[in-house]
């Protein structure tokens, strides 16, 4: 029996890691810290409630003498467990990094530990007792490694950070904001590339560990300009970035609430994305701030350093009086909008020409807006601008058309929606023809504003959209107390993207334009 159990604690270890495939998918996903796990395993988790069922049942037949088959329960019910993880679909899949190698090997040898002492000190039952505590063996570990992370992080930083100084010439552009950094960055990395050798942070890779990657890949002695995208989930974020690459510019797109969730109160955004402002004031460099919202135009406002004002879209010139023109050093004249793109006018510093894209949304204007003030005073001429502006394509999951079976449109706006992204997309929307159908989870990370944030989304959607798919739980009950407010019948509500994509296939005709808005990764579902 003893050698039973040696084997039996070995597999135990090796399976039980396996099978925290979804924990350790949560932490990855929350950035390698604990948030959202508490509530995710804990609380929105059905299976862990599952898998303390069948423990109970193992640990009945433990103690009633019954250990081979006790054994043997448990082990067939983790083999079968294992193959339902590999064969769910999952959105993000469990990316296996060097770091998430190591926290993966750590776990093993903390169960393979445990359950040999539970073994040689005759308490076998403690083994089974282990696939209980498997979520917080997961947190324990991630804990227990984060020493040594951080010595890597730090070293990995500072090797990027001699790099780039090591480049006297090279200009080096911040880019932040609550949403729209990726669009941005990559309108004026095209923008710029008509007259400069230039590098960006490629996807979405805006922290220390991807901006670090980028420099050691990308950079090198040809390189005249590198573009940085920075993000933040928390107080600090920005700092640490500029204190890496050290900005020359800075440009801040529209601050929002986003992140709310983790920030806490819209003050921390503000002065979280103001870390950038002030360290381009620190070396005299310039910042370019979009006024696409009120929150952005006040931060403008309070800057004292050497600033630059890109105006949201008008759809008139703004009259030479006018107090707002004195004060706009770019902005654009909407000509025309339509489901193919737009048309209009580009004014800078005095200086216009017309423009035409095809990225659609008068938010893509005012990130053109943005990317092409800073490529003017970077001595780009205005016709390279228009070419680039021209020849710019839809960064992928933001608002790119993509032409479906049947003669089905399909709006792809599913990457990281937030309140004014969602309220641009239904704008958007009205430039296709009937029937309009949006499939969306809401979105989230609001705080205590969530729900009335989503509520509010029902007013524009009764007025726009033919009808709705409701996509999950998480903000099920606003769109639903919203949907019955504003007396809007239209909608079915499903628990996952794959169960509303099926029922599309029944109820979609010729003609349609579908817009996804939004998609929640696995950590909220």
Same mark, same amino acid.
């Given at each position: 029996?003893?050698?039973?159990?040696?084997?039996?604690?070995?597999?135990?270890?090796?399976?039980?890691?396996? +099978?925290?495939?979804?924990?350790?998918?949560?932490?990855?996903?929350?950035?390698?810290?604990?948030?959202?796990?508490?509530?995710?395993?804990?609380?929105?988790?059905? @299976?862990?409630?599952?898998?303390?069922?069948? =423990?109970? $049942?193992?640990?009945?037949?433990?103690?009633?003498?019954?250990?081979?088959?006790?054994?043997?329960?448990?082990?067939?019910?983790?083999?079968?467990?294992?193959?339902?993880?590999?064969?769910?679909?999952?959105?993000?899949?469990?990316?296996?990094?060097?770091?998430?190698?190591?926290?993966?090997?750590?776990?093993?040898?903390?169960?393979?530990?445990?359950?040999?002492?539970?073994?040689?000190?005759?308490?076998?039952?403690?083994?089974?007792?282990?696939?209980?505590?498997?979520?917080?063996?997961?947190?324990?570990?991630?804990?227990?490694?984060?020493?040594?992370?951080?010595?890597?992080?730090?070293?990995?930083?500072?090797?990027?950070?001699?790099?780039?100084? @090591?480049?006297?010439?090279?200009?080096?552009?911040?880019?932040?904001?609550?949403?729209?950094?990726?669009?941005?960055?990559?309108?004026?990395?095209?923008?710029?590339?008509?007259?400069?050798?230039?590098? @960006?942070?490629?996807? @979405?890779?805006?922290?220390?560990?991807?901006?670090?990657?980028?420099?050691?890949?990308?950079? +090198?002695?040809?390189?005249?300009?590198?573009?940085?995208?920075?993000?933040?989930r928390k107080k600090g974020d920005i700092k640490e970035l500029c204190q890496m690459v050290k900005p020359d510019i800075g440009l801040i797109n529209t601050v929002g609430n986003q992140h709310l969730e983790t920030f806490k109160t819209q003050e921390n955004i503000n002065a979280e994305k103001m870390e950038l402002a002030n360290f381009c004031k620190s070396k005299s460099g310039p910042v370019f701030f979009s006024s696409a919202n009120l929150n952005t135009e006040n931060l403008y406002q309070n800057f004292s350093g050497v600033k630059y004002?890109?105006?949201?879209?008008?759809?008139?010139?703004?009259?030479?009086?006018?107090?707002?023109?004195?004060?706009?050093?770019?902005?654009?004249?909407?000509?025309?909008?339509?489901? =193919?793109?737009?048309?209009?006018?580009?004014?800078? +510093?005095?200086?216009?020409?017309e423009c035409q894209t095809l990225l659609l949304g008068t938010h893509n204007i005012n990130n053109i807006v943005l990317a092409a003030a800073l490529c003017y005073k970077l001595d780009v001429k205005l016709s390279d601008i228009k070419d680039a502006i021209y020849n710019l394509e839809p960064v992928p999951h933001r608002l790119a058309v993509i032409k479906g079976q049947n003669s089905v449109t399909v709006i792809d706006d599913t990457f990281n929606s937030n309140e004014s992204g969602f309220i641009y997309a239904l704008e958007v929307l009205?430039?296709?023809?009937?029937?309009?159908?949006?499939?969306?989870?809401?979105?989230?990370?609001?705080?205590?504003?969530?729900?009335?944030?989503?509520?509010?989304? $029902?007013?524009?959607?009764?007025?726009?959209?033919?009808?709705?798919?409701?996509?999950?739980?998480?903000?099920?009950?606003?769109?639903?107390?919203?949907?019955?407010?504003?007396?809007?019948?239209?909608? $079915?509500?499903?628990?996952?993207?794959?169960?509303?994509?099926?029922?599309?296939?029944?109820?979609?005709?010729?003609?349609?334009?579908?817009?996804?808005?939004?998609?929640?990764?696995?950590?909220?579902?």
């Amino acid at each position: 029996m003893f050698i039973l159990f040696i084997i039996f604690a070995v597999f135990c270890a090796v399976i039980y890691n396996f +099978n925290s495939y979804k924990y350790l998918q949560t932490i990855q996903l929350g950035g390698y810290t604990s948030q959202r796990f508490i509530k995710r395993v804990f609380f929105k988790d059905i @299976s862990y409630v599952l898998n303390l069922f069948f =423990l109970a $049942c193992t640990l009945l037949l433990f103690f009633l003498n019954l250990k081979i088959s006790s054994v043997v329960f448990l082990s067939l019910y983790n083999i079968l467990l294992l193959v339902h993880i590999l064969k769910s679909a999952k959105k993000t899949p469990l990316k296996f990094t060097k770091r998430l190698i190591r926290q993966f090997v750590l776990q093993f040898t903390v169960l393979l530990i445990l359950n040999l002492i539970f073994v040689f000190c005759k308490l076998e039952f403690l083994i089974f007792v282990n696939f209980a505590l498997l979520p917080f063996i997961s947190l324990a570990c991630l804990y227990l490694i984060m020493p040594l992370e951080n010595l890597f992080r730090e070293k990995f930083k500072k090797r990027a950070a001699q790099k780039l100084d @090591s480049f006297k010439n090279l200009i080096k552009i911040g880019i932040t904001g609550s949403f729209g950094k990726t669009s941005v960055k990559n309108y004026l990395h095209k923008m710029l590339s008509e007259k400069y050798n230039v590098v @960006s942070t490629p996807k @979405s890779f805006n922290t220390p560990m991807g901006v670090s990657l980028t420099v050691f890949k990308e950079i +090198n002695a040809f390189t005249e300009i590198f573009i940085c995208e920075m993000g933040a989930r928390k107080k600090g974020d920005i700092k640490e970035l500029c204190q890496m690459v050290k900005p020359d510019i800075g440009l801040i797109n529209t601050v929002g609430n986003q992140h709310l969730e983790t920030f806490k109160t819209q003050e921390n955004i503000n002065a979280e994305k103001m870390e950038l402002a002030n360290f381009c004031k620190s070396k005299s460099g310039p910042v370019f701030f979009s006024s696409a919202n009120l929150n952005t135009e006040n931060l403008y406002q309070n800057f004292s350093g050497v600033k630059y004002k890109c105006n949201k879209c008008a759809f008139e010139p703004l009259t030479n009086s006018s107090e707002e023109k004195n004060d706009t050093f770019a902005y654009a004249e909407v000509l025309e909008q339509t489901n =193919l793109g737009s048309k209009f006018i580009l004014y800078i +510093n005095g200086e216009n020409i017309e423009c035409q894209t095809l990225l659609l949304g008068t938010h893509n204007i005012n990130n053109i807006v943005l990317a092409a003030a800073l490529c003017y005073k970077l001595d780009v001429k205005l016709s390279d601008i228009k070419d680039a502006i021209y020849n710019l394509e839809p960064v992928p999951h933001r608002l790119a058309v993509i032409k479906g079976q049947n003669s089905v449109t399909v709006i792809d706006d599913t990457f990281n929606s937030n309140e004014s992204g969602f309220i641009y997309a239904l704008e958007v929307l009205k430039n296709f023809p009937a029937r309009r159908i949006l499939v969306t989870p809401g979105v989230v990370e609001l705080k205590k504003r969530q729900y009335k944030t989503n509520f509010d989304f $029902c007013a524009p959607i009764k007025g726009i959209i033919d009808f709705t798919v409701i996509v999950g739980k998480e903000n099920r009950k606003a769109f639903l107390d919203g949907f019955d407010f504003f007396g809007y019948k239209n909608f $079915c509500a499903v628990n996952t993207l794959a169960q509303g994509s099926n029922f599309l296939k029944t109820y979609l005709k010729p003609g349609d334009t579908v817009l996804f808005e939004n998609d929640l990764p696995d950590n909220y579902s």
